[in-house]
């Protein structure tokens, strides 16, 4: 098989999230090209290449990990109030900050690789990869003089890129079978926006 294409995408709805953010559409593809099935490759007729493989990918992936109904401004009984320094009186009271614009995280994926064996049992796989995330969900730093739990926000965005490389080697001398892997990567993780609390902490 020379090619392999393979689209999905998703349409996700989530109760964590407030009706107006509550949908997301989440797209991914692949796409795989095996080019010693060529034709004009195996006319070149190199015997030591065994296989060579390019591909490549990219989707998006949703998050909605938070509290559930978090976006109401829920009251919880027992927070007992005295009014005269004597007696108490029963109370209720908002245990938390809410935030009705949260919206999904989502985490877009990209890659591109080459796969090859040559030899009859020498490895190589290469890998570029960039992962960004935005609106990265996490719960707001706030005084602990609100009195309340914080709202979780779309604290920002974050970027992952890198390279990935694999060797490996499989041999055998008679019914002994052995075999050599190198692994080598490097990764770059940067904070490319941080979101402003004002104006995205709202009490109700």
Known sequence: QRYLLEVNARYDGSSRISSESRWGIFP???????MTEEEWMKD??????????????????????VDLYSYYALVTTG????????????GVAQTALTNRDLKWESTAIGDFG???T?????????DWYKKTTKDWLVQAPILDSYGTNAPYINGGDVRNKGIELALNWNDHVGDF????????????????????????????
């Open 28 to 34: 991914s593809f692949s796409l795989g090209w095996r």
């Open 44 to 65: 070149l007729n190199w015997e030591w290449l065994n296989s060579l493989k390019l591909r490549g990918s990219w989707g998006i992936l949703g998050n909605q990990n």
């Open 79 to 90: 927070k007992d109030y005295s009014f005269d320094n004597t007696n108490l009186g029963a």
């Open 114 to 116: 080459i796969d090859i």
């Open 118 to 126: 040559a030899f009859n049992g020498f490895n190589i796989t290469f």
């Open 177 to 204: 079978t052995y075999g050599v892997n190198l692994n080598l990567s490097h990764n770059k993780n940067e904070v490319t926006r941080i979101a402003n609390s004002e104006g995205i902490i709202h009490g109700s």
